[in-house]
């Protein structure tokens, strides 16, 4: 990380596996072995005595599969997210979701508290509860005194649990350790909700059910009627839905998704542009150089070479 050597609590990932042929994101997945006790999260300062791995590209655009918090206690750090930079300064969180890109900043000191957390941790019914994979939320958040003060206490509990490895055996120590992030979690999720720049309704199980949808189809299925087919909803109902909720029409949505997953795809792997393409979605190469030239102003190998 620049100036500051990385965050700490021996955080980030060892290196994943990467697809032949730089086909595939390169993921630096959880390292279990680095926990405390093998548990499925971490917890600890960040300094400059830590690294994030000795091989994850700090500066360069790169994917984890966890979650991280990270709660600074100075600033300000500038950091990407989705390509998208974000601000943070003292008392500020940024929390980014398994399956992001992010990059860190070279002239940034990175201090205060991090955690992170490995996807099945936790229970359905937790995950469910807090939100974890509520992509649509922002990651940059903004407590106030009060959120702060009981963020802190609650990530001072978590991380004082999380070094006790003495007083209880190890399967109670985890669920206690469960239950303690649980309480931590909600607090976050709460924060995140009420930070977001969208109406109440943004939770509405309509938009929800579209939101999971195109999720699971963007890179095939472009098409707003086949997501209201599929989901039993009149086109009519899905465009009130998620214009209550984001702003945008759906195709707006799902546009935004695919843009966001071509951009991952042309900052982190080596794929020929017209791979990336059929991956999204557009067998034609030159449709997808319009495509995305009409999103984001920029041809894919321009955005690529800015990102190298």
């Not at 098409?223 to 839905?241: E, F, I, K, Q």
């Not at 909720?245 to 759906?250: D, F, Q």
């Amino acid at each position: 990380m620049g100036q500051t050597g990385g965050v700490g609590a021996d955080g980030g990932g060892a290196e994943g596996d990467e697809t032949a042929e730089g086909d595939g994101i390169r993921t630096f997945p959880f390292p279990a072995e680095l926990a405390v006790g093998g548990v499925g999260m971490q917890i600890g300062p960040m300094g400059t005595d830590r690294t994030w791995h000795a091989e994850a590209p700090l500066h360069r655009v790169h994917r984890i599969d966890f979650h991280v918090v990270m709660l600074f206690t100075g600033g300000p750090v500038r950091h990407m997210i989705d390509f998208a930079e974000y601000e943070a300064g003292a008392g500020d969180l940024l929390w980014i979701r398994p399956g992001q890109v992010h990059r860190f900043s070279r002239e940034s000191e990175y201090r205060g508290t991090v955690l992170t957390m490995q996807p099945g941790f936790l229970p359905r019914s937790t995950v469910e509860a807090t939100g974890l994979y509520r992509y649509d939320l922002p990651p940059l958040l903004h407590p106030g005194p009060a959120q702060l003060a009981a963020l802190q206490a609650a990530l001072d509990q978590l991380r004082r649990e999380y070094e006790d490895t003495a007083t209880l055996p190890l399967s109670l120590h985890t669920a206690v350790l469960r239950h303690t992030l649980t309480a931590c979690l909600l607090r976050l999720a709460h924060l995140a909700a009420s930070s977001a720049e969208t109406s109440p309704q943004h939770a509405d199980s309509t938009f929800t059910r579209f939101r999971d949808a195109v999720e699971q189809g963007f890179a095939v299925n472009h098409s707003v009627s086949a997501y209201a087919d599929a989901l039993g909803y009149s086109r009519r109902t899905l465009v009130r839905a998620v214009r209550a909720a984001t702003g945008e029409t759906p195709k707006g949505f799902i546009d935004k998704r695919v843009v966001l997953e071509a951009k991952r795809l042309l900052a982190h792997t080596d794929m020929p542009i017209g791979r990336v393409g059929a991956a999204v979605g557009f067998p034609d190469a030159a449709n997808f150089s319009k495509f995305f030239h009409l999103h984001t102003g920029q041809t894919p190998v321009a955005f690529r070479a800015d990102m190298r």
